[in-house]
């Protein structure tokens, strides 16, 4: 007897999309085929629609002290947001600052975790190279934690990782098969011009942008990329925005090193004009959002595989903590000073959404290729495939069910994110999640929510040797 039988559908994955029955049971795909329903004590009619491993999102910040603000979610909260988006797996980093253990910084933020109504992960930090910091990268990986994250600027907020840092991780990752993560921003380029704009007295919100520009992210983009190819060693390059970047990870993709690059649906959809208005400081984040041009760079990245995996970046505030440094003219506008709004946009239930309406609909990707994109290739990369990101005998019944003609307009009355605006308001999207099941338990049905707080699992990962070796997740 199954659990739960869902009929008609059509099944989606990268390298195809095939009519059948999915036959669910204690939490797994158990078999594929057809089925009587009378063998099943539910069955779910799909018919025409698209049945999806459900997403995975590996790479969020909640609950993430920023200039002394947490965020508008908890990690429950934040669970319930990306289950309307179809999300069934997410990863956190652990918490950071000079003198922590990266090891027991991802106990403590797992342990926060655990609130989550659907399955999770997080992955280790490193702002420093001390030999603490370094043996626990062998600790991480042998607990299942084998992605770990530096940032390249922010030296002033001390968490910047320095060259001698990545060099260091990126020589002991490879030891054991894990992969590091990188922001890449100059920060020399980046302080520079901060300190300029301080100096003229001109911290517009426009300028934020400016202070950032693409040679800001393409030059540490490709210091990592010739640390990466020194040491020969993977690593995966998050938030990507512009083809500059990209044509240096085609340089290194052509010869097979394994430069894996990600970028996120707010790069593709919005940009620097929203730095313009008066409520500008809601869309800073860093990278800056860039223009229609880079945009489209990105698009072309997709479509020829130099970007492999997306992510949201999703680090969520409300107008308060967006504001709360900030003062006020005479006149009652904001007095623009971009040093003092906290980095952040929300994008963890618009992913799927967004690739789905601008990719699949609009032509520039097929179903498969965002199913990929979405969960598949991010199961690969971050270590937990076939458990998760895929639709097979033996895996998680972790999925997401799409109506590829439900149109659905953007507002923040539309999403949870529990934030009072929406930097896509007003966007109209064809292609949606209309239910997401996790671990063979429907957790969003005609809008509403099921799912239970503390349902969730921690995943311990592993990442299959051949994708840290050469390039590509075939």
């Known amino acids: 007897m199954y659990d739960l039988i869902l009929k008609n559908g059509k099944v989606v994955s990268p390298e195809a999309t095939l009519e059948y029955d999915i036959a669910i049971a204690n939490g797994k795909i158990v078999a594929l085929g057809q089925f009587d329903e009378s063998l099943a004590t539910r069955v779910i009619d799909v018919k025409g629609k698209y049945i999806m491993p459900g997403v995975i999102e590996a790479h969020m910040h909640c609950q993430a002290p920023f200039q002394g603000c ?6 429950y909260e934040q669970s319930i947001s990306g289950a309307f988006g179809g999300v069934t797996m997410f990863m956190d980093f652990a918490n950071m600052s000079k003198g922590d253990s990266p090891y027991k910084q991802v106990l403590a933020r797992a342990e926060e975790m655990a609130e989550s109504a659907i399955d999770y992960s997080v992955h280790g930090k490193f702002v420093e190279s001390t030999e603490e910091a370094i043996s626990d990268i062998k600790k991480l990986s042998e607990y299942g934690i084998p992605t770990f994250k530096m940032f390249m600027t922010y030296k002033k907020e001390g968490v910047m990782s320095d060259d001698e840092t990545l060099l260091k991780v990126f020589k002991v990752a490879k030891s054991v098969n894990g992969l590091p993560m990188l922001h890449c ?7 520079m011009n901060i300190d300029e704009c301080i100096s003229k007295n001109d911290m517009s919100w426009v300028n934020f942008a400016k202070c950032k520009p693409v040679l800001c992210e393409a030059e540490a983009f490709d210091r990592a990329v010739n640390y990466a190819e020194y040491i020969d060693t993977a690593i995966l390059v998050v938030h990507t925005t512009n083809g500059k970047a990209l ?25 620097d004009d929203l730095y313009k208005g008066e409520n500008g400081h809601l869309a800073i984040c860093s990278p800056p959002l860039r223009t229609p041009k880079e945009a489209e760079e990105l698009w072309q990245g997709l479509q020829d595989g130099t970007i492999l995996l997306t992510g949201s970046d999703d680090c969520t505030f409300d107008v308060d903590e967006k504001s709360m440094f900030l003062e006020k003219n005479e006149n009652g506008t904001w007095k623009q000073d971009f040093t003092k709004v906290v980095n952040g946009l929300s994008g963890l239930e618009v992913r799927l959404p967004i690739l789905l309406s601008e990719g699949v609909n609009k032509g520039r990707l097929t179903i498969n290729n965002v199913c990929a994109l ?29 109506d590829m003609e439900k149109e659905v307009t953007l507002s923040k009355e539309v999403l949870h994110n529990n934030i009072s605006y929406c930097l896509h308001e007003g966007m109209k999207i064809k292609g949606y999640p209309i239910m997401t099941i996790s671990k063979g338990k429907v957790i969003v049905e005609d809008g509403k929510f099921l799912g239970e707080k503390g349902a969730g699992q921690f995943i311990k990962r592993k990442i299959n040797p051949e994708y840290l070796k050469k390039y590509g997740l075939n």
Do not use: M, W
Not at 70 to 75: I, K, V, W
Not at 185 to 191: D, L, M, R, T, V
Not at 247 to 271: C, I, M, N, W
Not at 377 to 398: L, T, V
């Open 70 to 75: 947490l965020g508008a979610n908890t990690f």
């Open 374 to 402: 979405t969960s598949t290739n991010i199961a690969k990369i971050y270590g937990c495939f076939p458990q998760k990101g895929i639709i097979a005998p033996g895996s998680d019944a972790d999925i997401v069910i799409v």
């Open 247 to 271: 044509d240096t990870a085609r340089r290194v993709q052509s010869k097979g090193l394994p430069v894996y690059v990600e970028t996120g649906p707010h790069y593709l959809t919005l940009f």
């Open 185 to 191: 921003e100059s920060n020399a380029i980046a302080e």
